[in-house]
């Protein structure tokens, strides 16, 4: 009797069971599990609101691989510390050297490594919305309390934040050592503020087209494609009609070349609004006009991306 | 439990539902129709998911168009699809859907182990759910629907894919969701003879309209049907026929099962009583058979709808009939002897 109900609810059934009959009665006895049967929950259900917020602690942790396979966190881990590592040296070689002034603006790093940020969101958007869809998991969020505007903005704030902590830590390290390089204290902190904004529009607009695009595909290889695609093509064209149009004359036109891709467009509404130094040719700044066309462009399509994400998973439903 | 007032749901092309109105009590509910039969459709508006053209709908007291956050708090859901990341651990993957149903990361961690042990996985919900098979994705699914202690559940189709014998394992576990952990259950299928044994009620519905709507007992119990399986002998190369033959000299009409399968081998016949059994276990031992099964046979809800020549009903009535296995409670009298 007792090696029967090893047998059945104990790890230690299948030795025992090959065991002298001796043997058989004390570890049964021991490795004895007692079915209590079914026990209601009757404690606190935390509904909508902390459903939401455990999505978005999950996606951010999702985003550099916490709380998912080993594999998963080599890549995000890795660009973090490319994107940290530079900023770093430059602290140690400014610290060291004395210099009065940093080599790069807190408003500049994030767009000189742009290519780093473009790699890390083609690798994550698609991790955290293409999975769901691929797998069919996505109607199991909409039979719960939380809502498609939720499930999006979740998964939006996740991404956006995952991008914030990537850009906006170099810039803290570069203050500190600035700080630690004793630099002007007013003039550095008013940089580097500035430079949060900077990258946190850049990430606010990054997650938004990165979800999108993401968010058409359930493959995960054609949204990393299509993620790269979307960052480098049009900076790779806008970058040379602006050289073209700068070399023939019409230097008016390079600020407004600028609108059509997403990094020229922090580029340019920062040196419109942030008094970051232009990377367009000739260093051509938006006018006034031109930089809240700017400022329109990048909030516009940052609630563009979100209200397509919603309709996007109004349809996704069961 | 679930009420439905003339329920309409209607897309440009189709109409899914047409004037639904039924009442769910508690307990464990069939919902059966053919593939398109506006199952799936039902389920939708009953999570507030979906805004019915017409009429109105209520769970568990709750509006399906303004309370459908409160009642998807207290429902739980299994789709019919696969859902289940392979990347990811049965144990995390429930305790994530836990949380997302609103439950304290303590609780949904404890939960969630209760949970897995009842649906039967054990050791294995810690491997990535890629490498499990289609009936330990059964379990898992079930189990992030029911981890939240729902008072109802909706299981869409929870039998497609599985063999007999997993089909079986899922229904029994779909009985005990109601009568060991006291949850009510909505379940769906295209085969109505699967829902006979699991469901006190079964609602039939075709083309988006109630067909029928009543209690399983009331289906299956109005008959005792024999069914009689016998070896063939040296003297009686078709034992069956010479059974048969046996049979309708005593006054008792065999079928052999046309369109069943084992067709030709299994004798169908009307029990009067206990007598009929003596004379079965008589006339085997005179032909000098071998008697390989003789069990009860409950008629398949298929049978009760085909015997009211309802048109509608043949889509799902011809489903059940191919489905193989023999009807509730056998009761095996005898096995090899005579």
Request: one cysteine or more.
């Amino acid at each position: 009797m007792a090696a029967e109900q090893t047998g059945q609810s104990g790890p230690g059934g299948p030795g025992g069971a090959l065991r002298t009959a001796p043997a058989q009665g004390p570890r049964g006895e021991q490795s004895r599990i007692h079915n209590i049967g079914y026990r209601h929950y009757d404690g606190p259900r935390l509904g909508r609101a902390y459903a939401r917020r455990s999505l978005f602690v999950q996606s951010l942790r999702g985003a550099y691989g916490l709380g998912r396979s080993a594999r998963s966190k080599v890549l995000p881990m890795l660009l973090f510390g490319v994107m940290v590592l530079p900023a770093a040296i430059i602290v140690a070689v400014a610290v060291t050297t004395d210099m009065n002034k940093l080599p790069v603006d807190y408003r500049r790093y994030a767009i000189v490594l742009q290519a780093v940020i473009a790699l890390f969101l083609a690798s994550q958007a698609p991790q955290a919305v293409s999975l769901d869809l691929r797998f069919k998991t996505v109607p199991l969020y909409f039979s719960r309390p939380i809502e498609h505007r939720d499930y999006v903005g979740a998964k939006y704030a996740a991404l956006a934040s995952a991008l914030f902590l990537l850009t906006a830590l170099p810039v803290t390290v570069l203050y500190v050592g600035a700080l630690l390089g004793k630099l002007d204290f007013a003039d550095q902190t008013k940089g580097f503020l500035l430079g949060l904004v900077s990258v946190a529009l850049l990430s606010l607009l990054f997650a938004g087209i990165g979800l999108v695009v993401s968010a058409a595909t359930p493959r995960r290889g054609f949204g990393v494609a299509a993620v790269i695609a979307l960052l480098t093509i049009p900076f790779g064209a806008v970058s040379t009609v602006q050289a073209i149009a700068h070399e023939s004359g019409n230097a008016d036109a390079v600020p407004w070349l600028g609108l059509f891709s997403p990094i020229t467009l922090i580029d340019g509404l920062q040196s419109a609004f942030l008094g970051a130094p232009s990377a367009f040719p000739g260093a051509a700044e938006p006018s006034a006009a031109g930089g809240a066309v700017y400022l329109l462009v990048v909030l516009g399509v940052i609630a563009g991306c979100y209200g397509i994400l919603v309709r996007r998973y109004r349809k996704a439903g069961l | 439990m679930i009420l439905t007032e003339s329920l309409s749901k209607r897309f440009p092309r189709v109409t899914a539902l047409d004037r639904l109105s039924m009442e769910i009590g508690p307990g464990v509910t069939g919902l059966v129709g053919a593939n398109g039969a506006g199952k799936s459709t039902l389920i939708k508006i009953l999570l507030g998911l979906s805004p019915a053209t017409e009429g109105r709908a209520a769970v568990l007291g709750l509006d399906v168009a303004t309370e459908g956050g409160a009642i998807r708090e207290r429902v739980g859901y299994m789709p019919e699809h696969d859902c289940l990341p392979p990347d990811v651990s049965a144990t995390e993957f429930v305790v994530h859907m836990a949380r997302m149903s609103g439950l304290p990361p303590a609780a949904a961690r404890e939960r969630t182990a209760d949970t897995l042990r009842h649906v039967g996985l054990y050791e294995e919900r810690y491997r990535p759910m890629g490498g499990y098979s289609t009936g330990m994705k059964q379990r898992v699914k079930l189990a992030q629907a029911l981890v939240h202690d729902p008072e109802l559940v909706f299981l869409d189709e929870p039998t497609n894919g599985l063999d007999p014998v997993g089909r079986d394992d899922m229904l029994g576990l779909i009985r005990r969701v109601h009568t060991d952990f006291g949850i009510s259950v909505l379940v769906t299928s295209h085969l109505l003879g699967e829902l006979e044994r699991t469901c006190d009620h079964v609602v039939v519905i075709d083309g988006g309209a109630l067909l029928r709507s009543s209690s399983t007992t009331d289906f299956t119990q109005t008959t005792t049907t024999l069914a009689v399986e016998v070896t063939d002998t040296d003297a009686h190369p078709d034992g069956t026929g010479a059974l048969r033959e046996a049979l309708a000299a005593r006054g008792i009409t065999a079928e052999t099962g046309d369109g069943l399968p084992g067709a030709g081998h299994v004798l169908l016949f009307t029990a009067e009583g206990e007598e009929t059994y003596d004379l079965v276990r008589d006339l085997v031992t005179d032909l000098g058979l071998g008697l390989v099964r003789m069990e009860q046979r409950r008629h398949h809800i298929a049978e009760v709808f085909r015997a009211e020549g309802t048109a509608e009903t043949a889509a799902p009535a011809a489903a059940d009939a191919v489905r193989p296995g023999p009807g509730t409670g056998p009761k095996e009298v005898a096995g090899h002897g005579g």
